[in-house]
């Protein structure tokens, strides 16, 4: 089971029938502002980046103010996860030991031929 590591949520707009940008969108604990690079249009899909637990409920709470807001998409990201240090040293020690039993039987081999 991965985590969660970004959320994009899409929002759209319509000035003309009330539907605003919402102004914060809250994840679990974490408040994100949200802003509005979109100007006049449409349609705008917003980054929200954490670490979140995909194997526990997720919360997510948007703030109107009032006002009319649309969610037509939310996406999500697993988190992209860096080997941990004692695994490279495994997978290093593992190689230097294939090579080290290599490098006895190529002698071996040598001192029988000769």
Do not use: C
């Not at 539907?19 to 249009?41: E, H, L, Q, R, W």
């Amino acid at each position: 089971m991965a985590n969660i590591g970004r959320i994009d949520i899409g929002f759209g707009k319509w000035t003309p029938a009330a539907v605003y940008m919402p102004n914060s969108v809250k994840i679990n604990s974490t408040t994100f502002a949200v802003t509005d690079p979109i100007g006049n249009d449409l349609h705008s899909m917003q980054s929200f980046t954490g670490q979140w637990n995909s194997g526990t409920p997720l919360l997510i709470e948007v703030e109107t103010h009032g006002r009319w807001t649309m969610i037509d998409e939310v996406d999500f990201y697993a988190s992209t996860t860096t080997p941990e240090p004692l695994s490279m040293a495994l997978l290093g020690t593992g190689l230097a030991g294939i090579g080290a039993v290599r490098r006895r039987r190529r002698t071996q081999s040598e001192d029988a031929a000769a």
